[in-house]
Nanobody, 123 residues
Framework: QVQLVESGGGLVQAGGSLSLSCAAS????????LGWFRQAPGKEREFVGA????????YYADSVKGRFTISRDNAKTTVYLQMNSLKPEDTAVYHC????????????????WGQGTQVTVSS
């Protein structure tokens, strides 16, 4: 059974940093893409970034490019989202997801989802 468990959320002031983790288990993820999405109150869930497990290529939404960095630890089967220069508009529940395919920005590509972790950025 595939499980994705996010951790690391919390409250931070604008301009600060947080690092989220997504521990993946239940299968090998070679050939998979691990994505991060977020959903703010009253808004639709949106793509944040993604990383290909094999090769490590990364992709980011324009809104976070240059501020957020995705990495992975193969040995721990964990994906990280390092968030710097946080803004109040980054406040959301952050989810990680796993799926196969190339359309990494489409939620429908992902088969497995974590429960999410809350990130709150105060002004």
């Amino acid at each position: 059974q595939v499980q994705l468990v996010e951790s690391g959320g919390g409250l931070v002031q604008a301009g600060g940093s947080l690092s989220l983790s997504c521990a993946a288990s239940g299968r090998t993820f070679s050939g998979y893409t691990l994505g991060w999405f977020r959903q703010a109150p009253g808004k639709e869930r949106e793509f944040v970034g993604a990383i290909r497990w094999s090769g490590g290529s990364t992709y980011y939404a324009d809104s976070v490019k240059g501020r957020f960095t995705i990495s992975r630890d193969n040995a721990k089967t964990t994906v990280y989202l390092q968030m710097n220069s946080l803004k109040p508009e980054d406040t959301a529940v952050y989810h990680c997801a796993a799926g196969r395919g190339t359309l990494y920005y489409y939620q429908t590509m992902y088969d497995y989802w974590g429960q999410g972790t809350q990130v709150t950025v105060s002004s």
